[in-house]
């Protein structure tokens, strides 16, 4: 297998505070890793370096092959490449739903309008909201524009799609709705990093799970170890939080 996305040794520094402290981390085509890690620890700052919406301070990050130096001028490529989802679904609240799927790929890739309307349709009937086509974001509920959200970053053909707890701000009824989607695409083989709490969800549809903590990787394994093996004391009592018992 080859690898889509190299991350070596990054660091990443907000003013005097240390963010990334040497990250590395390899994910080949086709991979679902799964990040999780305390509040604070710097999972979205990574993601965000992916997506060169962070400058790095240090490191190298290779995509396809491709170094991401915000000093080149291929960023838009890059973006193009790695899609985003945010906790804040972010659709433009004055576009129709069919309009926030299809402007990206007219404007920014200049693709065809009506294969873009019948692929945009298609993703649509996919996630079950083909009645919401003409229909503008307030009018959703917060299940419904994320996975507008989503389908919204496939327009665009990424290579890897970087999720960020996607289902923070949902009630629950709305999460599973959502999930269900991420795990069809896992199942189709879509490449992903995903950073979310639901630690169930993870396992389910991790091919790798990563522990970050203090800007660093502290553990890596499969699912199965990771969840019922911990090696370290910090993973062991970061998935103890998740759960309550009475005194
Ligand atoms: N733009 C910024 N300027 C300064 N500090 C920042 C900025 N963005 C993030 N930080 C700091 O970097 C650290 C890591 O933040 P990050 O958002 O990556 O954490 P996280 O792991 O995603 O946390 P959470 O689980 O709460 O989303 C935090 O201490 C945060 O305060
Ligand atoms: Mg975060």
Do not use: W
């Given at each position: 297998?080859s690898?889509?996305?190299?991350?070596?040794?990054?660091?990443?520094?907000?003013?005097?505070?240390?963010?990334?402290?040497?990250?590395?981390?390899?994910?080949?085509?086709?991979?679902?890793?799964?990040i999780?890690?305390?509040?604070?620890?710097?999972?979205?700052?990574?993601?965000?370096?992916?997506?060169?919406?962070?400058?790095?301070?240090?490191?190298?990050?290779?995509?396809?092959?491709e170094?991401?130096?915000?000093?080149?001028?291929?960023?838009?490529?890059?973006r193009?490449?790695?899609?985003?989802?945010?906790?804040?679904?972010?659709?433009?609240?004055?576009?129709?739903?069919?309009?926030?799927?299809?402007?990206?790929?007219?404007?920014?890739?200049?693709?065809?309008?009506?294969?873009?309307?019948?692929?945009?349709?298609?993703?649509?009937?996919?996630?079950g909201?083909?009645?919401?086509?003409?229909s503008?974001?307030?009018?959703?509920?917060?299940?419904?524009?994320?996975?507008?959200a989503?389908?919204?970053?496939?327009m665009?053909?990424?290579?890897?799609?970087?999720?960020d707890?996607?289902?923070?701000?949902?009630?629950?009824?709305?999460?599973?709705?959502?999930?269900?989607?991420v795990?069809?695409?896992?199942?189709?083989?879509?490449?992903?990093?995903?950073?979310?709490?639901?630690?169930?969800?993870?396992?389910?549809?991790?091919?790798?799970?990563?522990f970050?903590?203090?800007?660093?990787?502290?553990?890596?394994?499969?699912?199965?170890?990771?969840?019922?093996?911990?090696?370290s004391?910090?993973?062991?009592?970061?998935?103890?939080?998740?759960?309550y018992?009475?005194?």
């Open positions: 297998m690898k889509v996305l190299e991350i070596k040794e990054i660091t990443k520094n907000y003013e005097d505070i240390n963010v990334l402290d040497g990250v590395s981390l390899s994910v080949e085509y086709g991979e679902v890793v799964v999780v890690g305390p509040s604070g620890c710097g999972k979205s700052t990574l993601l965000r370096c992916l997506n060169a919406l962070e400058k790095i301070d240090d490191g190298e990050i290779l995509l396809d092959g170094l991401i130096n915000p000093g080149n001028n291929n960023l838009s490529r890059v193009q490449k790695i899609g985003m989802v945010f906790q804040s679904y972010e659709l433009f609240p004055h576009k129709t739903v069919l309009q926030n799927l299809t402007l990206a790929p007219l404007h920014v890739k200049k693709a065809d309008k009506r294969e873009t309307e019948k692929e945009a349709l298609m993703l649509l009937e996919r996630v909201l083909l009645s919401k086509k003409d503008y974001p307030r009018q959703l509920s917060g299940g419904q524009k994320q996975r507008v989503i389908i919204r970053a496939l665009m053909h990424p290579e890897v799609l970087l999720l707890e996607i289902t923070a701000a949902l009630d629950p009824e709305m999460v599973r709705e959502v999930l269900d989607v795990l069809s695409l896992a199942k189709e083989g879509r490449t992903m990093l995903i950073v979310t709490h639901e630690l169930s969800f993870a396992r389910a549809v991790a091919d790798r799970m990563i970050i903590d203090g800007g660093r990787i502290v553990e890596e394994a499969p699912p199965s170890d990771f969840f019922e093996k911990p090696k004391d910090r993973l062991r009592k970061f998935l103890d939080s998740f759960s018992e009475k005194e």
